[in-house]
């Protein structure tokens, strides 16, 4: 079969032939439609992810949308070293299949799944988000955390915050839903009245500086309690947070993550947000490519325009 090959790490991956792969115990084959490339997939696949195995040849790709032998439609999540899911065809786990919902397109499915899951699982598993609550999305103009807006509006949240560099994408937020947008800038002289008056959630996509300022501002905006919870690090990997910021607030600190929540939990939670994507119209912006072209499109972007392999 065709599929994208990494022979070993921190190499590009090439299109060849791999042999079909076989159903163990407990284990479905898929053919696959569409794979959407990601920071977590390039990041396993050069060893550099905490989830990162050393098997090689390598099929890169963590997840996808294909159909059973069957005909069923569906969703996968494909963490097997030796059968990823850029591959014409994958086994996978059955506990880690999820039924397409009818009338959602696969390749669009495919792309919205990882930002996706980000969002719903750090707000109904981690932060427990509550109805008319106020959520603040850190890093809010990358595909991630502009699905994260629709996310929050149809979990139910009162008002949302969005903050970011780009000034542009920042003005279009509000016609997506976010009720007030903030520059990185702007955030340690704007934040702290907006955490006074009241900020329950925050989902931070870039760590950094940004996150240190929205910790700070949550200490210094009274004595509400702010469920911050981590989930990029396009900022950088690392802050100096100084203990007092814990100890004299109500800041709860947590992250969402591959490891955060059960395997079980991670499953449902991606099989919610698909069944939510229809009727609250959540998109993502997408280009769909050939997996043949896989050599040339490893590289891409995915912060704004998210790239989906498709299969014939």
Request: aromatic share 6%; net charge negative.
């Amino acid at each position: 079969m065709k599929a994208a090959i990494i022979d070993q790490a921190g190499a590009k991956p090439h299109y060849g032939d791999r042999p079909e792969p076989q159903a163990g115990e407990h284990q479905q084959r898929i053919t696959v439609r569409a794979a959407a490339l990601s920071q977590l997939a390039k990041a396993r696949a050069a060893g550099n992810h905490y989830s990162a195995v050393s098997q090689f040849p390598f099929i890169p790709g963590i997840d996808g949308t294909g159909y059973l032998d069957n005909g069923e439609d569906v969703y996968f999540l494909a963490f097997d070293s030796a059968s990823g899911s850029m591959a014409e065809r994958t086994v996978v786990i059955r506990e880690h299949i999820i039924p397409l919902p009818s009338g959602l397109d696969p390749v669009l499915a495919a792309a919205l799944a990882n930002p996706g899951m980000s969002s719903w699982t750090a707000l109904t598993r981690r932060a427990a988000l509550r109805p008319g609550e106020t959520v603040l999305i850190n890093g809010a103009t990358g595909t991630s955390g502009r699905l994260a807006i629709s996310i929050a509006r149809a979990l139910g949240a009162g008002k949302i915050i969005a903050t970011g560099r780009n000034r542009e994408t920042l003005q279009q937020l509000h016609n997506e839903g976010a009720d007030i947008t903030l520059t990185l800038d702007a955030l340690p002289t704007e934040l702290p009245a907006l955490m006074a008056e009241g900020v329950d959630v925050v989902l931070d996509y870039l760590w950094g500086e940004s996150a240190l300022a929205i910790m700070t501002a949550a200490v210094r905006g009274g004595e509400k309690i702010v469920r911050f919870v981590q989930i990029g690090s396009l900022s950088g990997q690392e802050i100096s947070l100084h203990s007092k910021l814990l100890r004299s607030s109500g800041l709860t600190l947590m992250g969402s993550g591959l490891g955060s929540v059960p395997d079980r939990e991670l499953i449902a939670s991606i099989g919610e947000m698909l069944q939510a994507a229809g009727p609250h119209g959540f998109t993502i912006p997408f280009r769909s490519r050939p997996l043949s072209d896989i050599a040339e499109e490893w590289q891409s972007d995915d912060s704004r325009c998210r790239t989906v392999f498709t299969l014939p």
